[in-house]
Every structure is written in structure tokens, then in C-alpha cells.
């Protein structure tokens, strides 16, 4: 495969992989941390109102984690552009007056992290906790948007994320708390699996995925942004589902150091990669 660089507006650069076929049209740049990538997407995506951060939740040993990333890097930048409310996937979506809306709440007011809220963080990645902790110091509100908990609580607070009626049920209620928000005119945060935050989601995973639903019926501009850690994206062929145009190779843009923003022309989704351990 052949790579060609060519300019694009600005200091970005085109990067043109030209197998047989077809060509895997990209943009590529490289970045010297993640608070630098993300600032120049913004400023090139000013007029975003939802940003959509999809990750693949790790196994357990791994030592990088994608929340560990984005409570590290992302949640200052974030408040600096004034993204103010945060939907969280792993947290269960409750009704009014359900224990874990009431903890929400609380966090909100105080800060504090109730047991039930608690419960739902994953016991081997210290880094989801870290992300309440951050965002509570830097004004941002957090939402649930995961599961139903009453449907949880059910059936025994086990979590299968791997089913599409459950990666259905998850997408339905992200999309309609970020609906919500978004008309009220706040500005949104999304951090869940990325399976769930496709614009253009291929067969495999379009019942799982509300970004493209948002998208169509949202006034509001919508960007998508995928977290990739090659290990973690490596297991269990998760690669499979990032947003790539058909004819690249995922692994031919993972950086030495620093990260890489790749923007795929033809769906305008952008994926950060980063180096290896």
C-alpha cells in the first residue's frame, strides 16, 4: 500500500492510502498530547454543540484505559469550550425518584459519589471515578445514559452489554437525554463504547448505534470521536467497528508518540490515535 501526503486547508495533511481498489481517504495530523488535539479539533469544529467520545472498554490487566485518557486530558479542554454537561454510558438511566437519579442529583449539587452510583463503575479502572471527581471540580454536570435501571435491578444488576437488545436499549436512552440537553441549548459530552456513537454505522453495529439517528434528527452539529488504543482496539477484532473508511488499514496511522487525529472525509468522523505501550 502507498501512502501519498497532501495539503489540506491549513497546516492539516491529506493522507491518501491507495491500495488496488479504492483509495482510504483520510486526514491525518499529529499532535504532541491529547489537550492540543482535541483543542485544534474544536476550533476547526466551532460550531459543534454534541461531541460523541467512543472507546472499547478495556479487559482487565491492560495498563492504559480510555477513561484514564479522558479524565487525564479531555474533561479541562472541555470545560475551557464550555462543555458543560456530561452523559456517561456506564451509568444506568433511572426514573424520577429511583435511587441512582437521586445520587445523580446529589453529585450534581455536592460532588459526592453515592454507593449505588458506585456500584455501576468498574471495579478494575480507578479512572471512571476519576472522571466524576474531575468534572464535579470543573462545573460539569454529569447524565446517565446507559441501561434502564429498573430493567437492572430485575434482573439482578448483571450488565451484557453484548446484546444487541441491551446495545439497543443503551442507544435509545443516550440519544434521548443528549436530545434533551441539546435543545435547552447546553453543550454535550458523550463518553461510552463505540459501537454506540456512529455516524455511519456499517450493518454490525447499526442497531446499536444512536450517533447516526442523532444526527439525522438534530439540528445541532453533531461530531464523532473515537478513542484508539491499539491493544484494547486489537482484542477480540474491535477494530472492526471504527469508523475507517472500508479500504484502510486501521493500524497504518498509530503514532510513535504523541497522538494522531485521523478524520475520515466521507463521514467526518475523527479517530485519536495513540501510541503503543
Known amino acids: 500500500m502507498v501512502i501519498q501526503f497532501m495539503p489540506l486547508l491549513g497546516s492539516s495533511q491529506i493522507c491518501l492510502a491507495r491500495p488496488q481498489a479504492s483509495p482510504c481517504l483520510v486526514g491525518v495530523e499529529q499532535f504532541p498530547d491529547s489537550p492540543a488535539a482535541l483543542t485544534d479539533l474544536l476550533q476547526k469544529e466551532a460550531d459543534a454543540q454534541i461531541l460523541l467520545f467512543g472507546y472499547t472498554h478495556r479487559a482487565a490487566g491492560d495498563r492504559q484505559s480510555a477513561p484514564q485518557i479522558f479524565a487525564e486530558s479531555f474533561l479541562q479542554t472541555l470545560q475551557v469550550h464550555r462543555f458543560t454537561c456530561l452523559v456517561l454510558e456506564v451509568l444506568p438511566v433511572g ?3 429511583s435511587a441512582i437519579q437521586q445520587e ?3 453529585y450534581n449539587l455536592t460532588g459526592a459519589i453515592g454507593r449505588e452510583m458506585a456500584s455501576f463503575l468498574p471495579k478494575d479502572d480507578p479512572y471512571y471515578r476519576l472522571i466524576l471527581e474531575k468534572a464535579h471540580e470543573l462545573g460539569i454536570k454529569i447524565y446517565a445514559g446507559g441501561q434502564s435501571y429498573e ?3 430485575a434482573c439482578g444488576r448483571t450488565v451484557r452489554r453484548e446484546l444487541p437488545i441491551v446495545q439497543t436499549e ?3 436512552n443516550s440519544l434521548k437525554i443528549i436530545r434533551q440537553l441539546a435543545d435547552q441549548d447546553e453543550k454535550v459530552a458523550w463518553f461510552g ?7 455511519a454505522p456499517g ?3 447499526g442497531h446499536g448505534s444512536f450517533g447516526w439517528r442523532l444526527q439525522a434528527q438534530s439540528t445541532r452539529q453533531v461530531v464523532e470521536i473515537d478513542l484508539v ?3 484494547i482496539s486489537q482484542q477480540a477484532d474491535y477494530y472492526r467497528y471504527l469508523p475507517l473508511p472500508p479500504n484502510c488499514n486501521w493500524q497504518d496511522f498509530i503514532p510513535e508518540q504523541g497522538v494522531a487525529k485521523v478524520l475520515n472525509l466521507k463521514s467526518g468522523s475523527y479517530l485519536f490515535y495513540f501510541p503503543k505501550n
Open 229 to 231: 488504543i491499539p491493544e
Open 203 to 205: 450493518k454490525a453495529n
Open 95 to 97: 426514573q424520577t425518584g
Open 104 to 106: 445523580i442529583d446529589e
Open 193 to 199: 463504547g463505540c459501537i454506540h456513537n456512529d455516524l
Open 151 to 153: 430493567k437492572l435491578l
Open 170 to 172: 443503551i442507544s435509545d
